[in-house]
């Protein structure tokens, strides 16, 4: 007979009442530490490279963290698996800080680029920590309360960091855009330190190492391909084409080595479940989507409506406050009817709707008209954002619960670099051509470099190439969004064929609900 305090969810229900509000506040700062950084860091990139140099080498402060991220983000989760999700998330917030620390004391290029890496490894375990322990202190039926929360911390981060950022950078310096992590990071430490308390794991089985190392080259390799694609390198380059060979071959690597490994990175037989796979892909599409979306709209309002650049996130509010209002009846509609399937075939659907309508913005568009559009596609993501992990999380057993986790968070970091690469490429084509139609010879050299201008070097141009620059970022953000419209309809397909499956039910334990204890019983020691 299973003693029922070694599970996390009996543990949760016994021990967690008084203290889970504290607990989530602590994971609220974690997930905030790991979106905030990049928005952050985006608007004192320009203060850094005057002080450090390495103009050539600025790309690699953001794709060094977004490549140690994605790469680690399966591995965090099945190390929480296999050995306890407190310590492995604890440690996690520790590499991030000792990034952040050593970040702000860089005193060249190379060595920020290295340390940026560091601290997205510690990223990759944060997003993931967080789901997971949710995912283990409370059942999926109450869960849908706490999304309103997520979203909100998601557009906190996404409004809030380009403002914060440039005021810490005016005022403090840029080495403080990496030392306000600190702070933040060790009240989050503390919190889950004292009163998170989460059954012990130790497994015999082995790391597997070679599927750990398959799936980092595969996972590189295309993150490198969405990033240099059409920027660095031609998309035909060779460059790129070896790239692709290698990701391809790395994954089909990794996909044959998981049927086999004792304990495989990535279980194979999670995707067994109908559900967990649709919202794999859901997730994909949503990722790709949204951050196209908050990559275009901001500079088609600045360049072509006129929008001040300084408080540029304050520019998707329509967006994100409909995505957080969503989020929220989303959740508590979820928890107290125990139906979801109706969300994301709503959410895709909307989306779709809302991508369409952005993509018919030209120069004449109001604000107050683009507004609305966006907030469209803003009720759609509300739908969906949270409900894929929640699905995802309800369609596997409590001793999978990380790996679904962090296999739900790398299709959406993916989905968001392969939107932002594909919209990207066919944007700046786009802006290329109606320049050259428009603005001639001038148009053309004018955009040679870079087909997004910013507010300094538009004032510089002459009215007529001006004119012809606001045609072509409005035809351009009508191929991204129409682009993102099409995809949305892959979306839209797989909502149709979830099944709704109940979800499981409130309190510390339901029969019939997978035993945490089935595969790898942990030790009875609470932390």
Same mark, same amino acid.
């Given at each position: 007979?299973?003693?029922?305090?070694? =599970?996390?969810?009996?543990?949760?229900?016994?021990?967690?009442?008084?203290?889970?509000?504290?607990?989530?506040?602590?994971?609220?700062?974690?997930?905030?530490?790991?979106?905030?950084?990049?928005?952050?860091?985006?608007?004192?990139?320009?203060?850094?490279?005057?002080?450090?140099?390495?103009?050539?080498?600025?790309?690699?402060?953001?794709?060094?963290?977004?490549?140690?991220?994605?790469?680690?983000? @399966?591995?965090?989760?099945?190390?929480?698996?296999?050995?306890?999700?407190?310590?492995?998330?604890?440690?996690?917030?520790?590499?991030?800080?000792?990034?952040?620390?050593?970040?702000?004391?860089?005193?060249?290029?190379?060595?920020?680029?290295?340390?940026?890496?560091?601290?997205?490894?510690?990223?990759?375990?944060?997003? *993931? +920590?967080?789901?997971?322990?949710?995912?283990?202190?409370?059942?999926?039926?109450?869960?849908?309360?706490?999304?309103?929360?997520?979203?909100?911390?998601?557009?906190?981060?996404?409004?809030?960091?380009?403002?914060?950022?440039?005021?810490?950078?005016?005022?403090?310096?840029?080495?403080?855009?990496?030392?306000?992590?600190?702070?933040?990071?060790? *009240?989050?430490?503390?919190?889950? =330190?004292?009163?998170?308390?989460?059954?012990?794991?130790?497994?015999?089985?082995?790391?597997?190492?070679?599927?750990?190392?398959?799936?980092?080259?595969?996972?590189?390799?295309?993150? /490198?391909?969405? =990033?240099?694609?059409?920027?660095?390198?031609?998309?035909? !380059?060779?460059?790129?084409?070896?790239?692709?060979?290698?990701?391809?071959?790395?994954? *089909?690597?990794?996909?044959?080595?998981?049927?086999?490994?004792?304990?495989? &990175?990535?279980?194979?037989?999670?995707?067994?479940?109908?559900?967990?796979?649709?919202?794999?892909?859901?997730?994909?599409?949503?990722?790709?989507?949204?951050?196209?979306?908050?990559?275009?709209?901001?500079?088609?309002?600045?360049?072509?409506?006129?929008?001040?650049?300084?408080?540029?996130?304050?520019?998707?509010?329509?967006?994100? +406050?409909? %995505?957080?209002?969503?989020?929220?009846?989303?959740?508590?509609?979820?928890?107290?009817?125990?139906?979801?399937?109706?969300?994301?075939? /709503?959410?895709?659907?909307?989306?779709?709707?809302?991508?369409?309508?952005?993509?018919?913005?030209?120069? +004449?568009?109001?604000?107050?008209?683009?507004?609305?559009? %966006?907030?469209?596609?803003?009720?759609?993501? +509300?739908?969906?954002?949270?409900?894929?992990?929640?699905?995802?999380?309800?369609?596997?057993?409590?001793?999978?619960?990380?790996?679904?986790?962090?296999?739900?968070?790398?299709?959406?970091?993916?989905?968001?670099?392969?939107? &932002?690469?594909?919209?990207?490429?066919?944007?700046?084509?786009?802006?290329?051509?109606?320049?050259?139609?428009?603005?001639?010879?001038?148009?053309?050299?004018?955009?040679?470099?870079?087909?997004?201008?910013?507010?300094?070097?538009?004032?510089?141009?002459?009215?007529?190439?001006?004119?012809?620059?606001?045609?072509?970022? !409005?035809?351009?953000?009508?191929?991204?969004?129409?682009?993102?419209?099409?995809?949305?309809?892959?979306?839209?397909?797989?909502?149709?064929?979830?099944?709704?499956? @109940?979800?499981?039910?409130?309190?510390?334990?339901?029969?019939?609900?997978?035993?945490?204890?089935?595969?790898?019983?942990?030790?009875?020691? =609470?932390?």
């Amino acid at each position: 007979m299973t003693d029922t305090t070694d =599970t996390p969810a009996a543990d949760a229900g016994e021990k967690q009442p008084k203290s889970v509000r504290v607990v989530l506040l602590a994971l609220m700062i974690a997930m905030m530490l790991a979106m905030l950084d990049n928005m952050i860091i985006g608007t004192a990139m320009p203060t850094i490279v005057g002080e450090l140099g390495g103009l050539e080498h600025l790309s690699w402060v953001v794709t060094a963290y977004t490549l140690a991220t994605a790469a680690s983000t @399966p591995l965090w989760g099945k190390l929480g698996d296999m050995y306890g999700r407190k310590g492995t998330f604890l440690s996690s917030i520790v590499i991030f800080l000792i990034g952040s620390a050593l970040s702000g004391m860089a005193q060249n290029m190379g060595e920020l680029i290295g340390f940026r890496a560091v601290q997205g490894l510690g990223a990759g375990g944060l997003m *993931v +920590g967080v789901m997971a322990i949710i995912g283990d202190l409370i059942p999926p039926r109450e869960r849908g309360k706490y999304q309103g929360m997520m979203a909100g911390v998601m557009a906190l981060a996404m409004i809030g960091g380009p403002l914060v950022g440039g005021t810490i950078t005016d005022n403090w310096g840029w080495r403080w855009a990496f030392y306000i992590n600190l702070p933040l990071g060790v *009240v989050a430490l503390v919190a889950v =330190t004292a009163v998170l308390h989460l059954p012990k794991k130790r497994s015999k089985a082995r790391i597997d190492y070679l599927g750990a190392a398959l799936l980092t080259v595969g996972i590189t390799a295309i993150v /490198l391909v969405t =990033t240099w694609g059409g920027t660095e390198y031609a998309w035909s !380059s060779a460059r790129i084409m070896e790239l692709i060979g290698i990701g391809v071959a790395a994954l *089909v690597g990794f996909v044959f080595w998981q049927t086999r490994a004792a304990e495989p &990175v990535v279980p194979l037989h999670i995707f067994r479940s109908l559900n967990f796979t649709l919202m794999s892909v859901i997730g994909f599409i949503t990722g790709f989507v949204m951050f196209g979306a908050t990559l275009f709209l901001p500079l088609y309002q600045q360049s072509v409506q006129g929008a001040s650049a300084t408080n540029s996130g304050l520019l998707l509010l329509p967006m994100l +406050g409909a %995505m957080l209002v969503t989020s929220m009846v989303a959740g508590r509609v979820t928890t107290n009817t125990g139906k979801y399937k109706v969300f994301p075939v /709503l959410g895709s659907a909307l989306m779709i709707v809302g991508l369409y309508l952005l993509s018919t913005m030209d120069t +004449g568009t109001s604000r107050l008209t683009s507004g609305v559009f %966006m907030a469209v596609v803003g009720l759609g993501m +509300g739908c969906l954002m949270q409900i894929t992990m929640l699905v995802a999380q309800n369609s596997v057993e409590m001793k999978d619960m990380g790996v679904a986790s962090s296999s739900t968070t790398l299709f959406r970091t993916l989905g968001s670099s392969f939107g &932002v690469a594909i919209m990207g490429a066919l944007f700046n084509n786009r802006v290329q051509d109606v320049m050259a139609e428009r603005g001639g010879a001038l148009g053309s050299k004018v955009t040679e470099q870079s087909a997004q201008l910013d507010a300094k070097s538009l004032e510089k141009l002459p009215a007529l190439v001006r004119e012809a620059y606001q045609h072509a970022v !409005s035809a351009g953000t009508h191929s991204a969004f129409l682009l993102g419209a099409v995809v949305a309809v892959v979306a839209l397909a797989a909502a149709v064929f979830v099944k709704e499956v @109940p979800l499981k039910g409130a309190g510390p334990k339901e029969d019939g609900e997978p035993d945490a204890t089935a595969a790898q019983p942990p030790v009875a020691e =609470t932390v």
